[in-house]
């Protein structure tokens, strides 16, 4: 909200729906885009059953912007650039990658699954850390969101959606040569100085790139002092094709996360937390393909730490965790109509830790589906997983998805199981500790979260340059879990609590009901070899029902209305970029910090540049938050109001 003084609810009401009126209709009317390789209407998908095909074959509600579209926008990290997709809401605690909350459709932050080159990144420790995404932002060449229901095709956590990220050098269909080059650095109030290079190279034999970012301002304003962040991910790929049949490609990355981290996990007048991150990433992957088979072997290790600091009088929370996995793949084309795909999946995961204690578990699930066309219009796509979870019993995860494509208009529908396994904080939180008197505590007792999903939508190219998306969706969780205000007598396991006190326990809450509805456009479209425009934008509405009775943490959090999206025009040398949300949430009070989250924000960023040298250079001006709105995703954790930035860039 804005620092000055408030206008009459009636003129706030008119605001509300002014913004939202603007985002809903330029969704909808034609625009125009900056480049038209940036985001293509129909694109080859891999994220909705692993087998290539058009986004319109898919059935599914899927959004792809591709990685050229991050260096011209007011983004300064990956999950920056989400919060503007629509559909998804990015709950930001801090700047520029410190940490960030990924929601789709209404899911909690742990209901999300993020991949890279085909591989889980889902942090086994938290759900917290799933937007640390160890790669740089110039090797990415794509990022495809799927909205709604994927456990049967991607296993546990793919209960809201899916985000795929796929890099240049793991993509073995690019152009037979290619070379890039790119370098960055901006500088701006609170001591900002970010900076990142990368580069790529193809030939007929391989793929190589490389790149690094890094992030840094030691001046951002919080409550009672400046916090701080310097964040930095480094990475590079290769893929080497032996053959016409037979590729290899490695990749590794470093990621590392220093940051102040004052409130982003209490409302304790006494947190002045500090927080350090690491994580190592590698990944291999084995490819033969000849006719119509396809046989893939994916295999992947993450090392994640992470020093938690509450304030200067406490002892720092010290955890490491692991995640080793493997998945063979095989694709079978049997004919034009029908593609099987059928796989393994098996991941180790363990934790260190000084808090949650010294654990290990073991997951496996063999999974198939079974893509059918029947005639030139209609698809059904079946699928079937079954997920082995540790010692809890097996989950059977079915799903059926079907579509209708007739010219312009698609009509598709999905219905099917989604699954959500505890992570370790929710597990163990709190275990390892001589006393506790407040705060949450883990509850090894829980079982897998269940639910049922259900959605139907329309796809509308009603241009070659304008795409309109719709779906209606509704998902019955049942044992989905939560932190929930407990109080002494009611703890399940009382061996380091104080009798007497209140905590909040990870407990299987008994039902909760989401409904929503969304809408999204897409339009791109180049006037000239030197003029073009692109947007990319929407709204979804949700409604959530809980039949626990006691307020739950994470839940009911998401956002009621959000409508977001962004906007780049390129003319000549110059190029404009604009990114902008609008949320209304239900509103929360912290009294005790003297702490708010609104009922509605509005947050307007964006960039300038001018090129010279034929574009080979290019200065730019960026503000964030142009508005200079007074907000926070999270209660107790405020984010900056107008940040004024300039750099260089030089692209080769």
């Given at each position: 909200m804005?620092?000055?003084?408030?206008p009459?609810?009636?003129?706030q009401?008119?605001?509300?729906?002014?913004v939202?009126a603007?985002?809903m209709?330029?969704?909808?009317l034609p625009?125009?885009?900056?480049r038209?390789q940036d985001?293509?209407?129909?694109?080859v998908?891999?994220?909705?059953?692993?087998i290539?095909?058009?986004s319109?074959?898919?059935g599914r509600?899927i959004n792809?912007i591709s990685?050229?579209?991050?260096?011209g926008?007011?983004?300064h990290?990956?999950d920056?650039l989400?919060k503007y997709?629509?559909?998804?809401?990015?709950?930001?605690?801090?700047p520029q990658?410190?940490?960030?909350?990924?929601?789709i459709?209404g899911?909690?932050f742990q209901?999300?699954?993020v991949?890279l080159d085909?591989?889980?990144l889902?942090?086994?420790?938290t759900g917290h850390f799933t937007?640390?995404?160890?790669?740089?932002p110039?090797e990415?060449d794509?990022?495809e969101?799927?909205?709604?229901?994927s456990?049967?095709?991607y296993?546990?956590?793919?209960?809201?959606?899916?985000?795929?990220?796929i890099t240049k050098a793991f993509n073995?269909?690019?152009q037979?040569?290619?070379k890039q080059?790119?370098?960055?650095?901006?500088?701006?109030?609170?001591?900002?100085l970010?900076a990142g290079?990368g580069?790529?190279y193809?030939n007929?034999?391989i793929?190589?790139?490389?790149g690094f970012?890094?992030?840094?301002?030691n001046?951002?304003?919080?409550?009672?002092?400046?916090?701080?962040?310097?964040?930095t991910?480094a990475?590079?790929?290769?893929l080497?094709k032996f053959?016409?049949?037979?590729n290899?490609?490695?990749?590794t990355?470093?990621?590392?996360r220093?940051?102040?981290?004052?409130n982003f996990?209490?409302?304790y007048a006494?947190?002045?937390?500090?927080e350090?991150?690491s994580?190592?990433?590698n990944?291999a992957?084995l490819?033969?393909?000849?006719?119509?088979t396809?046989v893939?072997?994916?295999?992947?290790?993450?090392t994640m730490?992470?020093q938690?600091l509450?304030?200067?009088?406490?002892?720092?929370n010290?955890n490491?965790?692991?995640l080793l996995?493997t998945q063979?793949?095989l694709?079978?084309?049997f004919s034009?109509?029908?593609h099987l795909?059928?796989?393994?999946?098996?991941q180790n995961r363990?934790i260190?830790?000084?808090?949650?204690g010294?654990?290990h578990?073991?997951t496996a699930?063999?999974f198939?589906?079974l893509i059918?066309k029947?005639?030139?219009h209609?698809m059904v796509?079946p699928?079937?997983r079954m997920?082995?979870?540790g010692s809890?019993?097996?989950e059977?995860?079915?799903?059926?998805?079907?579509s209708?494509k007739?010219?312009?208009i698609q009509?598709?529908?999905?219905?099917g199981?989604?699954i959500?396994?505890?992570?370790f904080?929710?597990?163990?939180n709190n275990?390892?500790?001589?006393?506790v008197r407040?705060?949450?505590v883990g509850?090894?007792?829980?079982?897998?979260?269940?639910s049922?999903t259900?959605e139907?939508g329309m796809d509308?190219?009603?241009?070659?340059?304008?795409?309109f998306?719709?779906?209606?969706f509704?998902r019955?969780h049942s044992q989905?879990?939560?932190w929930v205000n407990?109080?002494?007598?009611?703890?399940?396991?009382?061996?380091?609590l104080?009798e007497g006190?209140?905590y909040?326990?990870a407990?299987?809450?008994a039902?909760?009901?989401?409904?929503g509805?969304e809408a999204d456009a897409?339009?791109t479209r180049?006037?000239t070899?030197?003029?073009?425009l692109?947007?990319?934008?929407?709204f979804?509405w949700?409604?959530?029902?809980?039949s626990e009775p006691?307020?739950?943490?994470?839940?009911?959090s998401?956002a009621?209305?959000?409508a977001?999206?962004?906007l780049t025009?390129s003319?000549?040398?110059?190029s404009?970029s604009?990114t902008g949300i609008?949320?209304?949430?239900?509103p929360?009070?912290?009294p005790g910090?003297?702490?708010?989250?609104?009922?509605?924000?509005?947050?307007?960023?964006?960039?300038?540049?001018?090129?010279i040298?034929k574009?080979?250079?290019a200065?730019?001006?960026?503000?964030d938050?142009?508005?200079?709105?007074?907000y926070?995703d999270?209660?107790?954790?405020?984010?900056p109001?107008?940040w004024l930035q300039?750099?260089v860039?030089?692209?080769l």
């Open positions: 804005s620092r000055t003084n408030q009459p609810k009636r003129v009401r008119r605001k509300r729906f002014l939202s603007t985002l209709l330029t969704a909808v625009a125009t885009a900056p038209a985001t293509l209407l129909d694109p998908t891999v994220t909705s059953s692993v290539e095909k058009r319109s074959e898919t509600n792809i990685g050229e579209t991050f260096a926008l007011p983004v990290s990956v920056e989400l997709i629509p559909g998804v809401e990015a709950q930001m605690r801090g990658g410190a940490q960030t909350d990924i929601s459709r899911g909690t209901q999300v699954l991949i085909g591989l889980r889902n942090d086994p420790n937007g640390y995404i160890p790669i740089s110039v990415i794509r990022i969101v799927l909205k709604g229901a456990s049967a095709v296993g546990s956590d793919a209960v809201g959606g899916v985000i795929n990220i073995k269909n690019r037979n040569r290619s080059a790119t370098a960055m650095i901006s500088t701006g109030e609170y001591g900002l970010n290079a580069g790529f193809q007929e034999k793929n190589v790139g490389a970012l890094t992030n840094n301002a001046g951002v304003p919080q409550r009672g002092i400046r916090g701080y962040f310097h964040n991910a990475s590079a790929g290769l080497v053959n016409p049949y037979w290899l490609a490695l990749r990355a470093y990621d590392n220093d940051f102040a981290a004052q996990y209490t409302t006494s947190d002045t937390a500090s350090k991150i994580s190592w990433w990944q992957r490819q033969y393909q000849k006719g119509s396809q893939r072997i994916d295999a992947g290790y993450k730490e992470d938690y509450f304030n200067p009088s406490s002892i720092a010290d490491q965790s692991h996995q063979v793949t694709q079978q084309r034009e109509q029908t795909v059928a796989g393994f999946h098996f363990d260190r830790s000084n808090d949650r010294n654990h578990l073991n699930a063999p198939v589906s059918r029947f005639g030139a209609f796509n699928s079937l997920e082995f979870y809890l019993p097996a059977w995860v079915p799903q059926l998805t079907a209708y007739m010219r312009s009509l598709r529908a999905s219905g199981k989604t959500r396994n505890a992570d904080t929710e597990l163990y275990y390892r500790k001589d006393s407040s705060g949450r509850n090894a007792g829980l079982v897998a979260e269940r049922w259900y139907a509308w190219f009603c241009r070659s340059d304008l795409k998306s719709t779906s209606f509704q019955f989905l879990i939560d407990t109080p002494y007598a009611d703890m399940p396991r009382k061996d380091n104080v006190s209140n909040a326990l407990k299987n809450v039902a909760v009901t989401t409904s509805w897409t339009y180049r006037f070899n030197r003029q073009s692109l947007f990319n934008g929407g979804v949700l409604y959530s029902k809980s006691n307020p739950s943490f994470y839940i009911l998401h009621r209305f959000l977001n999206g962004l025009y003319a000549g040398p110059v404009v604009l609008y949320k209304a949430r239900k929360q009070t912290a910090i003297n702490a708010a989250i609104t009922k509605d924000y509005f947050l307007l960023n964006g960039k300038a540049s001018y090129g040298l574009n080979r250079l200065f730019f001006v960026q503000v938050n142009i508005l200079d709105r007074r926070s999270l209660l107790g954790a405020p984010m109001g107008r300039g750099g860039r030089v692209n």
